[in-house]
């Protein structure tokens, strides 16, 4: 080859390179506008309205097992149409109402946010404290007992609705309602707006500190009295019976004393009048979850939901409660829980419809999770060859006290216990001339010994913050400086603590308990799919901040799910 070719091919492919680069240049200058013109759009594309739905109580292997019997339009939209997590957890090890509501939209676990249970051991008064307990304010036109459900007081970090409307001047409307107060005020933040559910009168209200007086489409709702419909009404099934071949026979299940756990079930008052008898009975059956989100209904067309006249987002959480008592009195795997679930999806069905006419389901962004899951029945696992009981919590901290008695010769070092918490004097102990990790040590070893316990963490445990398996993990999560226990206990698998006959719980690290349904619906910024990749409902609040553009709530720990953002 040549020199004189060499320099002839090397100036012909540098006067092509120039060409090209101005034909880049040229398509994009002529591409610019289109590309600006489809970045406005996108950040135009705010949702108008935020839902937060949070079944209480509901486990994922429900929402798997009865899939196909769902109808059109409520979950099935939302498994169908939206992002479904199938391996989501409520990652701490305390599983109960209030931390769960906790973490939905603080994004935190309670070793930050500070609800480490529904109740709890006060440090400065030794006696038992109310998640959302505050005397300093009582329920609006309702009578309030002293630790009655008032005020978001407890909860020491922001939420998602705290964050919305810090970035939209309070503009952005926040307003939740729940058949438990915990259930709305948690979800509700510092600055948003809760209802709950008065089981004396069957209203739906606020507390002052909130407001002082209802606004006026509130009023309107509880002169309606819908609440009183259902007087004299009965829950029956939804399906036919071959639907239900699956579940547990009744006759496994042992009814706690003064019910039933079989269908019908009525609704009336034995004084046949309408009082708090038969509100208190609405909470556990279907009707309750009906006027949860009759209520919603009617906040979204008196608050204007999605349709705010600042053009911001709004937040309108829903926490569904019955699913919860149902589950309690008659376990996950019963024909009542079944029917129920059943009868929800109808109910949410309905819902989005009613969201659809009034604001559009195109510029509405669905989450639905749970706040836990739920160990079977003791009884019904049994039947399945599992070692399952229930734990009498007082007795088995009466003995840890006087093992501790009888080994170290002190008495009263157990001082209180709020359990799976249990607090222990050490500065008694110390004077006694009994170390601290002698203490612990006794405690422990007493209580590993004790039919259905499996793992004890001790408070230097904790603080000194070694972590080794999952449930280290979480219940490291779920443990508090301040406020938690010196010892925290965890029971064997389907073992739980309550006594006497019949029902169930929840409030551990297994699976049953942390695995719950994560749904994220919303066709303009969500990319549907079934998604395997784990994840936690402490991503829920990350994620609505990134598609909200907002900052983080405060201790929020989770992950954006980019998986499933357009």
Not at 147 to 155: C, E, V, W
Not at 189 to 208: H, L, R, V
Not at 354 to 365: Q, R, Y
Request: aromatic share 10%; proline share 4%.
């Amino acid at each position: 080859m040549s020199k004189n070719f060499s320099l002839s091919r090397q100036l012909a492919q540098a006067l092509l390179l120039v060409a090209g680069v101005a034909a880049c240049q040229a398509h994009a200058a002529k591409a610019a506008p289109v590309a600006a013109a489809a970045a406005a759009a996108a950040t135009a594309a705010q949702p108008k309205l935020v839902v937060v739905l949070v079944v209480d109580g509901l486990p994922q292997e429900q929402v798997t097992r009865y899939r196909e019997q769902f109808g059109q339009g409520g979950f099935r939209r939302l498994l169908e149409q939206g992002a479904w997590f199938s391996d989501a957890h409520q990652a701490h090890g305390i599983t109960v109402t209030a931390i769960g509501h906790s973490a939905v939209l603080s994004g935190a676990y309670p070793y930050q946010h500070g609800v480490i249970g529904n109740n709890w051991i006060d440090p400065v008064t030794k006696k038992s404290v109310y998640c959302t307990e505050d005397g300093n304010f009582h329920y609006i036109g309702e009578a309030t007992q002293s630790d009655d459900g008032t005020a978001p007081t407890r909860l020491r970090v922001s939420t998602l609705g705290d964050e919305l409307r810090y970035a939209t001047g309070d503009q952005a409307k926040v307003v939740t309602v729940s058949g438990k107060d915990r259930g709305a005020i948690l979800l509700a933040g510092k600055t948003g707006t809760a209802y709950m559910y008065m089981e004396k009168t069957g209203n739906f209200a606020s507390s002052t500190y909130y407001m002082q007086q209802h606004p006026q489409w509130v009023q309107r709702y509880q002169a309606g009295k819908p609440q009183d419909r259902y007087y004299g009404k009965s829950w029956t099934p939804l399906l036919a019976d071959s639907a239900y071949v699956n579940d547990a026979r009744e006759d496994i299940v042992p009814a706690k004393p003064g019910t039933r756990n079989t269908f019908p079930f009525a609704y009336y008052s034995d004084s046949g009048k309408l009082d708090g008898e038969y509100y208190s009975r609405l909470k556990s059956g279907p009707f309750l979850d009906e006027l949860t989100l009759e209520f919603a209904r009617a906040a979204v067309d008196g608050e204007n939901l999605g349709r705010n006249p600042a053009g911001v987002p709004d937040i309108l959480g829903v926490s569904l409660s019955a699913h919860d008592y149902v589950n309690h009195a008659y376990g996950p795997e019963s024909r009542m829980s079944h029917d129920h679930l059943q009868r929800l999806d109808r109910m949410l069905a309905g819902f989005f419809a009613d969201l659809d006419k009034k604001i559009g389901m195109d510029n509405v962004l669905v989450v639905l999770t749970a706040d836990h899951g739920f160990a079977n029945v003791p009884e019904f696992a049994e039947t399945r060859g599992f070692s399952a009981r229930r734990i009498d919590g007082a007795k088995l901290v009466d003995g840890l006290s006087q093992h501790l008695a009888t080994t170290l010769g002190i008495d009263k070092l157990v001082t209180t216990s709020s359990l799976p918490n249990i607090y222990l004097d050490y500065a008694l102990a110390e004077k006694r001339g009994v170390h601290r990790a002698a203490l612990e040590d006794a405690a422990a070893r007493f209580l590993l010994q004790q039919d259905g316990l499996a793992q004890v963490y001790t408070r230097t445990q904790m603080e000194t913050g070694a972590v080794a398996t999952r449930m280290d993990t979480l219940m490291r999560r779920a443990w508090n400086r301040q406020l938690s226990g010196d010892l925290m206990v965890v029971t064997k698998p389907a073992w739980y603590f309550g006594k006497g006959a019949g029902g169930t719980s929840h409030g551990t690290p297994y699976t049953y308990d942390t695995n719950v349904p994560l749904m994220v619906f919303g066709p303009r910024w969500i990319k549907p799919g079934a998604y395997g990749q784990y994840a936690e409902v402490v991503d829920i609040a990350p994620t609505l901040a990134h598609l909200l553009r907002i900052r983080q709530p405060s201790a929020s720990e989770g992950r954006v799910l980019t998986e499933v953002v357009r």
